[in-house]
């Protein structure tokens, strides 16, 4: 493995890996269903500056993810996304802030679902359009509240 700082090579970045899943995230105690696009192979470090993970195509177009986080130990960059985001470009790129450090081409979604039979009549399901009622609030009000309607 390798740190993240040393500004990853194009040699480097072969050695990464995705995997791209379903997944419930405990959001305002309530679970919250997201699509996960995981990124392995490097040790990625706690920055100040807020991680991403974003599929873009060969003009620079995609969605980036709507909360990403660096695993305790920095051996995964997890992306998490609205389950209706557009995830056709092929192109995987990780970062902080507004700079990317690494790129996975040829990336492919498709990955692991979870059985909706058997999730909580709780389950919130993220969608845009649920991210863009949350980002509609005021800044006294509580994004979580959203969430749990």
Same mark, same amino acid.
């Given at each position: 493995?390798? &740190? /993240? +700082?040393?500004?990853? +090579?194009?040699?480097?970045?072969?050695?990464? &890996?995705?995997?791209?899943?379903?997944?419930?995230?405990?959001?305002?105690?309530?679970?919250?269903?997201?699509?996960?696009?995981?990124?392995?192979?490097?040790?990625?470090?706690?920055?100040?500056?807020?991680?991403?993970?974003?599929?873009?195509?060969?003009?620079?177009?995609?969605?980036?993810?709507?909360? #990403?986080?660096?695993?305790?130990?920095?051996?995964?960059?997890? $992306?998490?996304?609205?389950?209706?985001?557009?995830?056709? $470009?092929?192109?995987? !790129?990780? $970062?902080? $802030? &507004?700079?990317?450090?690494?790129?996975?081409?040829?990336?492919? #979604?498709?990955?692991?679902?979870?059985?909706?039979?058997?999730?909580? #009549?709780?389950?919130?399901?993220?969608?845009?359009?649920? /991210?863009?009622? /949350?980002?509609?609030?005021?800044?006294?009000?509580?994004?979580?509240?959203?969430?749990? !309607?």
């Amino acid at each position: 493995m390798f &740190s /993240i +700082s040393q500004m990853l +090579s194009v040699r480097e970045q072969t050695k990464l &890996s995705t995997r791209t899943f379903e997944t419930l995230l405990d959001l305002n105690d309530r679970p919250h269903l997201l699509l996960a696009i995981e990124i392995r192979g490097a040790i990625f470090p706690h920055m100040n500056a807020e991680p991403f993970v974003q599929i873009v195509d060969e003009r620079r177009r995609g969605a980036r993810s709507w909360i #990403a986080d660096v695993a305790d130990d920095g051996s995964a960059i997890t $992306g998490y996304f609205p389950l209706d985001a557009d995830l056709s $470009g092929s192109i995987v !790129e990780f $970062g902080y $802030g &507004s700079s990317a450090f690494g790129r996975i081409a040829n990336y492919r #979604a498709s990955g692991e679902k979870l059985d909706r039979d058997r999730l909580s #009549a709780r389950t919130v399901v993220v969608t845009i359009e649920l /991210i863009r009622k /949350i980002s509609k609030l005021k800044s006294d009000e509580d994004p979580l509240a959203v969430l749990t !309607e």
